[in-house]
């Protein structure tokens, strides 16, 4: 075992604060990383304070990790020491059911390991995350990060990234489509740049009219302002193809009033408390309402591919590791454009 230091929950109730606990140590699959940035995710928030339940404490949040490879073991064949690597959202899976030989790890049928508050797939081992300041990761879920990237601003990609890329290509959404992306915060923001950069007409749905000038900036076309009913009634009926990235509680029937016939809702947030939904809010068009969880290892390394051939990265605001409570205080309340990021060396 290896001695590692970071930040944790030890309850519910209690600040994140530092904390020292231990990573295995690296077998010939393994590969260490020495954590150079760590985003801030809401969903931090939402397990560190049980609000989805089920939370294990102590608990080192983050999943949103970038850094340096430091040590691999005697198999490994991606990566070299001084590489730079990325960890998100998933750190194993059983490998052998349906869902894992079809890329698609986050759907594991016998359950996928999260890099933290979640279990080894020895189902008894508790995982720790990115608030930290190293990693030890099997290679294959270990992500090759492009030279090309700006390191800090990659880190929000391995989970606002391809949480919003994936619902996006799997639905193939293109040029000539119509979409609508609700809420401009981290997800919002690269729902937006994707959306944009695939060729689609972009609309943001927020319930704050400052946001117009950034939404326009980010590459959206138009701006609806979700408390207005009369821009509401407007946009009635005109998108093919909505993507919902709010994880507070909102309306979702007025949502899929905006969908044309046959148009698809996606939800990518998660309030939570479960959403009301009229069974003629979908049968008056044939309208489809689904939902989308992160994306496969394969397929997040082809979405940090897409990044650095497109310049696209996440527009983050750097803080210490010690203002970590300030900051979630900050994300409840939509102050930060568009993703906090922790700079390991303060740890």
């Known amino acids: 075992m290896i001695k590692a230091k970071g930040y944790a929950a030890l309850s519910k109730d209690t600040p994140v604060q530092a904390f020292t606990f231990e990573r295995r140590s690296p077998g010939p699959s393994d590969v260490v990383i020495e954590i150079q940035y760590c985003g801030v995710c809401h969903s931090d928030l939402h397990q560190v304070k049980d609000e989805w339940g089920h939370s294990i404490f102590p608990m080192v949040p983050g999943h949103e990790i970038v850094g340096k490879v430091v040590d691999i073991g005697s198999h490994v064949k991606r990566f070299k020491k001084g590489d730079s690597a990325g960890v998100g959202c998933m750190v194993d899976s059983c490998g052998h059911c349906q869902s894992c030989e079809s890329n698609l790890e986050q759907f594991c049928f016998n359950g996928m390991s999260g890099t933290y508050n979640s279990l080894e797939q020895d189902k008894k081992t508790p995982t720790q995350g990115g608030y930290s300041n190293f990693i030890v990761v099997t290679e ?34 293109t040029k000539g489509h119509r979409v609508a992306v609700v809420g401009l915060g981290g997800l919002g923001h690269m729902a937006v740049k994707f959306a944009a950069s695939f060729g689609a007409h972009v609309a943001v749905i927020t319930t704050s009219a400052n946001k117009k000038e950034d939404a326009l900036r980010l590459g959206a076309k138009d701006v609806i302002i979700s408390k207005d009913p009369a821009e509401m009634k407007k946009h009635a009926g005109s998108f093919d193809f909505i993507l919902d990235t709010v994880a507070a509680d909102h309306d979702l029937n007025a949502l899929l009033a905006l969908l044309k016939v046959d148009g698809k809702m996606v939800l990518v947030g998660a309030p939570d408390k479960p959403a009301a939904v009229s069974a003629f809010a979908l049968i008056g068009g044939r309208k489809t309402l689904a939902g989308s969880l992160i994306g496969g290892i394969k397929e997040t390394q082809e979405m940090l591919d897409y990044c650095a051939d497109h310049n696209i990265t996440s527009d983050v605001e750097m803080i210490p590791m010690n203002e970590i409570n300030t900051a979630y205080t900050r994300m409840v309340k939509g102050d930060v454009k568009y993703r906090f990021v922790i700079d390991m060396k303060t740890l």
């Not at 879920?141 to 030279?147: D, E, T």
């Not at 601003?153 to 949480?163: M, Q, R, V």
Request: net charge positive; glycine share 2%.
């Open 140 to 173: 294959k879920f270990c992500l090759n990060i492009s030279p090309k990237l700006d390191l800090k601003s990659t880190a929000p990609l391995l989970c606002a990234g391809i949480t919003t890329y994936s619902p996006l290509r799997h639905w193939n959404v």
